[in-house]
């Protein structure tokens, strides 16, 4: 069996809802069979100014295989989130929407910006993935 491919996941979410996060964080490291890495910017590990973020941000993001927006509401609010998503369409990143259990509503700002939105289901995630990676 040949190896397996390594993607490259940059996690766009708000620390606020850091559950949320950590939740998908998990359904990928448990999925068989695919291997990945997370380019996120972990909530333990805060950067001191505005600048020295978006710095930080664009070096995680440019290595990054696609890129997945957890798509609650909450994210019309979050400027980093929308600055990261803006960041992706410019270096032409996929981004792959992930829309919360019972969530009817999932923001504009998300639905214009992916390529995919799907369930909040391994499989489902893994495969977009799978399909919007470069």
Known sequence: MPPLRRYYVFICHDWEYSGEYHRIRELLSTARNFDWENLSVPEH????????????LRDQIRPASAMIVLAGMYTVRSVWMRWE???????????????????????????????ELVGWRQRSIVEAIRRHSR
């Open 45 to 56: 590990d805060p950067l001191d100014s505005d600048d020295m973020l978006k710095r930080n």
């Open 85 to 115: 998503m803006a960041f992706a369409r410019r270096i032409g990143l996929s981004i792959i929407g992930v829309v919360p259990w019972g969530s009817r509503v999932v923001p504009r700002v998300v639905q214009d910006s992916s390529r």
